[in-house]
């Protein structure tokens, strides 16, 4: 079995530790909000939040847009348990389904704005994924991708092997009791796409205005914003 394909069970697992260890993540949230703004979406909006995990992604959507009509995705049925407990998301939609094909779960529709976060790298058919994001936007709508992307820079990934292997893999041992998800976390980050190449995935799929925004503190050139829209 492909490793991507184990990952919604390993969440399930960790999937009551897992805002506690975002807790501990300096910038996580904030982080999560400054890509939810960046997409510069119109009051009402219509919004799907895919990978939205246990609810974080959705709650900073929540805060950017607060009369947006949200719909949250995961392939992970325990960190949307998780996520239907919040109550300040009590108004989400949250379905359970695969982000290689989310209209084929019930995302069907034309939303105004995708935000996908820690999600295109964990999926086996990223240009595929893409182009049927593509197909859910309106014409003009906007694609944002969370994501890490250290390839092509030293620093950025001594940086994130120092983080993973002295930090993030130990907190997950002591309070997921596992660190099969963390390990694989940093080996994908590794191996995932430069900035260029995924802002060439996205072009390829058909995008346009693609542009990559960087976050602050020890997450600079580690974790970007990367967004494009769908031709008018």
Same mark, same amino acid.
């Given at each position: 079995?492909?490793?991507?394909?184990?990952?919604?069970?390993?969440?399930?697992?960790?999937? %009551?530790? #897992?805002?506690?260890?975002?807790?501990?993540?300096?910038?996580? @949230? *904030?982080?999560?909000?400054? =890509? $939810? /703004?960046?997409?510069?979406?119109?009051?009402?909006?219509?919004?799907?939040?895919?990978?939205?995990?246990?609810?974080?992604?959705?709650?900073?959507?929540? %805060?950017? #847009?607060?009369?947006?009509?949200?719909?949250?995705?995961?392939? @992970? *049925?325990?960190?949307?348990? =998780? $996520? /239907?407990?919040?109550?300040?998301?009590?108004?989400?939609?949250?379905?359970?389904?695969?982000?290689?094909?989310?209209?084929?779960?019930?995302?069907?529709? %034309?939303?105004?704005?995708?935000?996908?976060?820690?999600?295109?790298?964990?999926?086996?058919?990223?240009?595929?994924?893409?182009?049927?994001?593509?197909?859910?936007?309106?014409?003009?709508?906007?694609?944002?991708?969370?994501?890490?992307?250290?390839?092509?820079?030293?620093?950025? %990934?001594?940086?994130?092997?120092?983080?993973?292997?002295?930090?993030?893999?130990?907190?997950?041992?002591?309070?997921?009791?596992?660190?099969?998800?963390?390990?694989?976390?940093?080996?994908?980050?590794?191996?995932?796409?430069?900035?260029?190449?995924?802002?060439?995935?996205?072009?390829?799929?058909?995008?346009?205005?693609?542009?990559?925004?960087?976050?602050?503190?020890?997450?600079?050139?580690?974790?970007?914003?990367?967004?494009?829209?769908?031709?008018?």
């Amino acid at each position: 079995m492909n490793e991507k394909q184990t990952v919604p069970k390993e969440f399930d697992r960790v999937s %009551r530790s #897992y805002d506690l260890l975002s807790a501990l993540n300096p910038g996580y @949230s *904030e982080h999560l909000e400054r =890509s $939810a /703004r960046r997409m510069e979406l119109a009051p009402g909006a219509k919004i799907l939040d895919l990978c939205c995990g246990t609810g974080l992604s959705t709650a900073a959507l929540r %805060r950017a #847009y607060p009369d947006a009509t949200i719909t949250g995705m995961d392939a @992970s *049925e325990g960190m949307l348990e =998780s $996520a /239907r407990e919040k109550s300040d998301l009590s108004d989400v939609e949250w379905l359970l389904g695969d982000a290689m094909d989310p209209g084929a779960f019930g995302a069907a529709g %034309r939303y105004d704005g995708i935000l996908m976060a820690y999600g295109i790298r964990n999926v086996p058919e990223p240009d595929l994924c893409l182009e049927r994001l593509r197909g859910l936007l309106v014409d003009g709508g906007t694609l944002c991708l969370h994501e890490y992307s250290v390839r092509g820079s030293l620093w950025s %990934r001594m940086v994130w092997n120092v983080v993973t292997l002295g930090i993030v893999i130990p907190l997950g041992l002591i309070f997921a009791r596992t660190t099969k998800i963390f390990r694989y976390l940093r080996r994908s980050v590794l191996a995932f796409d430069s900035v260029d190449a995924l802002e060439a995935r996205l072009r390829k799929a058909g995008f346009t205005d693609v542009r990559t925004e960087p976050m602050g503190g020890w997450q600079r050139g580690i974790v970007h914003s990367f967004l494009a829209s769908k031709p008018s």
